[in-house]
């Protein structure tokens, strides 16, 4: 806590950057984890529903919010912008570290709807002060925060008295920046007001990452999803004001299967709306991918490209596997980059920044190993090593003489449930990811700490809180749907499903839905294994994917869902209400023929359990 004048030695408080300033006073709410908005937050009702966090069924409302930064989902921004348009969310926030995926949402609110509310970052020390006051009613006033009021008066004094570090960064801007941001919009220069505004939150979103200056990327994704009405009004919004993407631009998984959104059900009120904002990103020059992959399309960036990605499993697999560089760039963000050509200099795509900060070593064990290790084990792996990893980027050992590498279905999985529990954008695999070996003096030199090793017990743990702890269920337990795909499925991951469910039946009362981009659909279709699904009775779905899903494709007697997905055995109780269950792809289709799950801990895990104790 910073030293203050005798007059007021009785008033507790503290300085932060403001981000978005602004005077407001509430109930503190504060924890140290962080906490993802989409998908850990009701962007109606503002509940945290994420049953893995201390502030689950607490609600953000009229509340001041301190959390450490951000995690999981990219989609925040859009979350944290819905909430505030409807009146159900928090006062302010306040962070130790800088969370550009909330603070983007934030300056949408302020840029696009003249909403405002406060923002501001706190050093570590100043943080754990704020925790202590957690419940308490506090005060915000541009960069000071405080448990009594602050006059206006005594306001300015500690404005004058401010140290350096409240100043927020200013990043240089070359002449096609200031060209686009000054409002230079005419016919020769080909700018409209849609760069301008583009222009203005990009520069916001880069003084909070303390980005030197701006960069050209080659290539965007952006999310195209129906969030609410302040989501819809943004896309609209750009394409009016005669917004064009300068970059290739591929669209994430959209809200509905626009193909059968009508047959499914869905409402049609959200169904065309969701349908006529996945046009708008079209009208702006994107491709009509709509796929939570596009790694596996033809247009995947290649090793160093600099690109802005958004989708938090998108983020990790370009950086980590395929070594292009992208920040975690939040819901719209991406969107104005698309429109922009230009991303902040930050994050990861600067080389120092992608050195690994901590050494972290999987179970170890022989890969010919007799029982083999299944698909579940890496979102097992991926999901514990994420949670350990936290915000900083790990290099991760025990693969380096594996003869047969993790496919790069088995590195999705991994990633996606690493960019669940983590909030860095990419980890390094030593022997299997393209940067990592650059990196292996550090773990030699020992410069690496904490060194931190995963053990097979860590994975039983995961593994037993995927399955809601079903020590302490009855089993078995009855499964009605089985989900698959998420992330998006692969060819080949098809032609393995087609292959398991090959001659058997599934039991009458559990449904089994796949989605997929519709690239890999039309190349399964051609391959067959379109046709065995569906003599199996797999649904198989495009455009929208599991984070998306709700009623009525997901039946209202549907009690207890199957996945194997570590992403959606995390967000999907939250998101549906429902029971979860998680294992192998195996295990997936054994029930979706058993109509039950025996949640009994696979043979391999209980074999390194065992061998390790």
């Not at 006529?276 to 399309?297: C, H, I, N, W």
Request: hydrophobic share 40%; glycine share 8%; net charge negative.
């Amino acid at each position: 806590m910073h030293d203050e004048p005798s007059s007021n030695m009785h008033l507790e408080i503290v300085y932060g950057t403001p981000h978005v300033e602004g005077s407001v006073s509430g109930e503190l709410l504060a924890s140290n984890l962080e906490l993802s908005f989409w998908g850990g937050v009701d962007h109606v009702t503002g509940e945290v529903i994420d049953r893995s966090h201390p502030l689950v069924r607490q609600c953000l409302k009229d509340k001041i919010l301190a959390i450490p930064g951000g995690r999981g989902s990219c989609s925040g921004s859009a979350t944290i912008l819905e909430l505030i348009m409807n009146g159900n969310g928090p006062r302010a926030l306040i962070f130790e570290r800088a969370n550009e995926i909330l603070a983007v949402g934030l300056f949408v609110a302020e840029e696009v709807f003249g909403k405002k509310i406060p923002m501001l970052i706190v050093d570590p020390e100043d943080f754990k002060t704020i925790l202590g006051w957690n419940k308490r009613i506090i005060f915000i006033q541009d960069h000071c925060i405080s448990t009594r009021q602050l006059e206006t008066s005594t306001g300015d004094h500690y404005k004058a008295l401010s140290p350096e570090h409240v100043r927020p960064h200013t990043p240089e801007l070359s002449g096609l920046d200031k060209a686009m941001l000054e409002g230079n919009c005419d016919e020769k220069s080909g700018y409209t007001k849609a760069h301008e505004l583009a222009m203005r939150i990009i520069i916001r979103t880069a003084s909070i990452m303390k980005a030197p200056s701006l960069i050209s990327v080659c290539q965007a994704h952006v999310d195209g999803a129906h969030f609410g009405p302040a989501s819809v009004f943004f896309g609209k919004r750009l394409r009016d004001l005669g917004g064009k993407f300068t970059v290739p631009t591929t669209v994430n998984a959209i809200t509905v299967d626009r193909q059968r959104w009508r047959d499914l059900g869905v409402d049609t009120g959200f169904g065309i709306e969701s349908d006529e904002l996945a046009k708008v990103f079209l009208d702006m020059g994107a491709q009509m991918s709509f796929t939570r992959a596009p790694y596996q399309l033809d247009s995947a960036p290649k090793l160093g490209d600099q690109v802005a990605f958004g989708e938090s499993n998108v983020v990790c697999y370009s950086n980590s596997v395929l070594g292009s560089r992208t920040a975690k760039y939040p819901n719209m963000l991406e969107t104005l980059i698309a429109l922009t050509g230009r991303a902040p200099l930050a994050s990861i795509h600067s080389a120092k920044n992608r050195v690994p900060e901590i050494s972290i070593s999987a179970p170890s064990f022989n890969q010919f190993r007799e029982p083999p290790i299944d698909d579940s084990f890496w979102p097992l792996l991926g999901y514990k090593i994420g949670a350990k990893a936290g915000s900083r980027i790990p290099i991760v050992t025990g693969f380096e003489s594996m003869e047969r590498p993790p496919s790069r279905d088995a590195l999705k999985a991994f990633s996606a449930a690493f960019a669940t529990s983590a909030g860095a954008p990419m980890f390094h695999m030593l022997g299997v990811t393209p940067e990592a070996e650059q990196y292996a003096g550090l773990l030699e030199s020992d410069a690496l700490q904490p060194k931190i090793s995963i053990t097979w017990q860590d994975l039983k743990d995961t593994w037993t809180a995927f399955n809601q702890d079903s020590d302490s269920k009855v089993l078995p337990r009855t499964v009605d749907l089985v989900s698959l795909g998420n992330p998006h499925f692969s060819l080949l991951e098809l032609k393995s499903l087609a292959q398991l469910v090959h001659g058997r039946t599934k039991h009458p009362s559990t449904s089994v839905i796949v989605t997929t981009s519709r690239a890999q659909y039309s190349l399964a279709t051609q391959a067959g294994y379109i046709a065995q699904l569906d003599e199996f009775g797999i649904q198989v779905l495009t455009d929208t994917c599991w984070c998306f899903i709700r009623d009525p494709v997901i039946k209202k007697e549907a009690r207890c869902i199957m996945t194997n997905s570590g992403k959606y055995a995390h967000y999907g109780p939250g998101l549906t209400g429902r029971e979860f269950c998680f294992g192998s792809l195996s295990e997936c289709i054994e029930s979706a023929c058993t109509g039950r799950w025996e949640a009994k801990v696979p043979e391999w895990l209980q074999v390194g359990v065992q061998s390790s104790s």
